[in-house]
DNA sequence: CTTACCATGTAAGGCGTTACATGATTCA
DNA sequence: TGAATCATGTAACGCCTTACATGGTAAG
């Protein structure tokens, strides 16, 4: 109980696939998580302080390459934790999508602004578009010995099929915001 | 300048269609807007005494129905400062998304319980989509004498694409965690 | 040798929600 | 007469980002 912060519950959730360093945990949040969830290094690294003195995570000083690094795995407390929580319904799913904003107001600013703002995000979209094939591509082919894929290709598969709707909702504004 | 937050420019951007009250603006929130953006009170009367206080708006109070009102009028500084955000490009789109959070790790809570968080998710987006669909039909009719409608139709066909997608999704899911 | 990446953290401050506080009106 | 909706605001607090501060290593 207590925290029932969000940042807590993905980096325990995190730990609990495997050990790992704040470092690697951001980087995770950069890549298998960037599109539905991200943090930064200045709630990451206080939240496995605070993990680690409420005994949901242990942390391990060691030297990798000649460098000290601090690895952290989740407890027995903190694994029932995590649990706990993702019995609970998600609370809040929610978007903040600022190019939307922008083409709600559009007619203040006119169509051709509206088209830039569009094909920013096409651009946006289509550049991450490739990862996700290959996220697809890699967790169908791996081997998967503590199941763990399944669910993980889940939220790749969520990410595909919004990204191509993304992109087909951007051809259609192409073709509206040049009738204006 | 100085402000630059977000909050601010959603109310100018309302503003900039029509006088309204605080409470006006949060029922857009909730309505035109919630799909892809939402703000609450605690944040919306704070934004207005500013921007009331910066020039960006202006403040009548007046009774209607026995009740005081404050309506909140642009102003032309106001209306500036709206169109010099919306040439800038479009800076964050975000999403924290707390069903996909609790699928990727979904292996620690079993296959039964990552369906209930897809049943959840379809369900609100069920109950949701229809409201859509509506606005989308009324836009298509209805007269547009000051060309709002052909944007706001912009945003109500992203909402409708993404649930559509998120819909497929959400089968998809449920035949894969039934396979598990 | 210098750029990129690995690696850990702190401090200040911004942004926003929740809960509180209040009260009128409308409708069943 | 009680519930829902209209209507406006404040206070406390939580969460998070940005910027700062520091330094080692690997690769070109």
Redesign the pocket.
């Known amino acids: 109980m207590a925290?029932?912060?969000?940042?807590?519950c993905v980096i325990l959730g995190l730990l609990s696939h495997e050990p790992l360093?704040?470092?690697?945990?951001?980087?995770r949040m950069d890549t298998a998580l960037y599109y539905f969830w991200?943090?930064?290094?200045?709630?990451?690294?206080?939240?496995?302080?605070d993990l680690t003195e409420q005994g949901f995570a242990t942390?391990q000083s060691h030297c990798?390459?000649?460098?000290?690094?601090?690895?952290y795995t989740i407890t027995e407390t903190g694994r029932a934790y995590l649990q706990q929580w993702l019995r609970q319904p998600a609370q809040?799913d929610e978007q903040?999508l600022e190019t939307l904003l922008k083409l709600f107001f559009g007619n203040q600013g006119g169509s051709a602004q509206a088209l830039r703002h569009v094909e920013a995000f096409e651009e946006k979209v289509r550049g991450e578009l490739p990862q996700l094939y290959e996220f697809q591509k890699a967790l169908e082919s791996a081997q998967d010995p503590d199941g763990t894929h399944a669910y993980y290709l889940l939220t790749v598969k969520f990410g595909i099929e919004t990204y191509e709707a993304y992109l087909r909702w951007c051809a259609d504004a192409q073709k509206l915001l040049e009738d204006i």
Chains 1, 2 share one sequence.
């Open positions: 925290s029932e912060k969000k940042i807590d360093t704040g470092y690697e945990i951001k980087k991200n943090a930064s290094y200045g709630s990451i690294y206080p939240a496995l302080a942390r990798s390459g000649g460098r000290n690094k601090q690895t809040r903040r």
